[in-house]
């Protein structure tokens, strides 16, 4: 079955960063999209990234822009989140998903949280 | 970017009742719109997708409906274990958009 495990969480200083990683298997992974969505504590959900099936196409919101990078490697079925100049209103839990039909996220991992505070 | 309203924030209705949830997008997002749940400390779960596709494993009470820029969630026959909070998710356009949730009580 799909299992997505992330991973490189902690807590950091503002300005600081940080590489998330999204381990992916049960699914071929190379033949779908991947997105990163973060939840603030005791917040909703927030849509943060999303990489096309190759790495070919990447999109952001506008928050993270210039400061987050979506990447992937499909030799070792591994999602990244390079998230680079950190404020503390970038804590949240992270989580990544598996691109489902329409492109909206379908499975999603258990997340992994980033705290920034000085 | 796409703003989502979604109504109400929080609602209690009784076991067996009926439930509806409503959330408007700022333009026309066509049918790119699905809905999650979320239970304290899990990940979010799909329940519906292309506004009125039922995610495989969901329950036949979840049902949803919609166009345009209105879009609704309705439970029907409400169970305890759907005591969670709900979002809408709109992937007509990056970057996408999720309404901001509605706590339900059962």
């Known amino acids: 079955q799909v299992q997505l495990v992330e991973s490189g969480g902690g807590v950091v200083q503002p300005g600081r960063s940080l590489r998330l990683s999204c381990e992916a298997s049960g699914f071929s992974f190379r033949t779908y999209g991947m997105h990163w969505v973060r939840q603030a504590p005791g917040k909703g959900l927030e849509w943060v990234a999303f990489?096309?099936?190759?790495?070919?196409?990447?999109y952001y919101v506008d928050s993270v822009k210039g400061r987050f990078t979506i990447s992937r490697d499909n030799s070792r079925n591994t999602l990244f989140l390079q998230l680079n100049s950190l404020r503390t209103e970038d804590t949240a839990v992270y989580y990544c998903a598996k691109e489902g039909n329409d492109v909206l996220p379908d499975y999603w991992g258990q997340g992994t949280l980033v705290a920034v505070s000085s | 970017a796409i703003q989502m309203t979604q109504s109400p924030s929080s609602l209690s209705t009784p076991v067996g009742d009926r439930v509806t949830i409503t959330c408007r997008a700022s333009q026309g997002i066509r049918n790119d719109l699905g809905w999650y749940q979320q239970k304290p400390g899990k990940a979010p779960k799909l329940l519906i997708y292309?506004?009125?596709s039922l995610q495989s494993g969901v329950p036949s009470r979840f049902s949803g409906s919609g166009s345009g820029t209105d879009f609704t969630l309705t439970i029907s026959s409400l169970q305890p274990e759907d005591s969670a909070t709900y979002y809408c998710?709109?992937?007509?356009?990056?970057?996408?958009?999720f309404g901001q949730g509605t706590k339900l009580e059962v």
């Open positions: 998710l709109q992937d007509y356009s990056y970057p996408y958009s």
């Open positions: 292309a506004v009125s």
């Open positions: 990489i096309v099936y190759d790495g070919s196409d990447k």
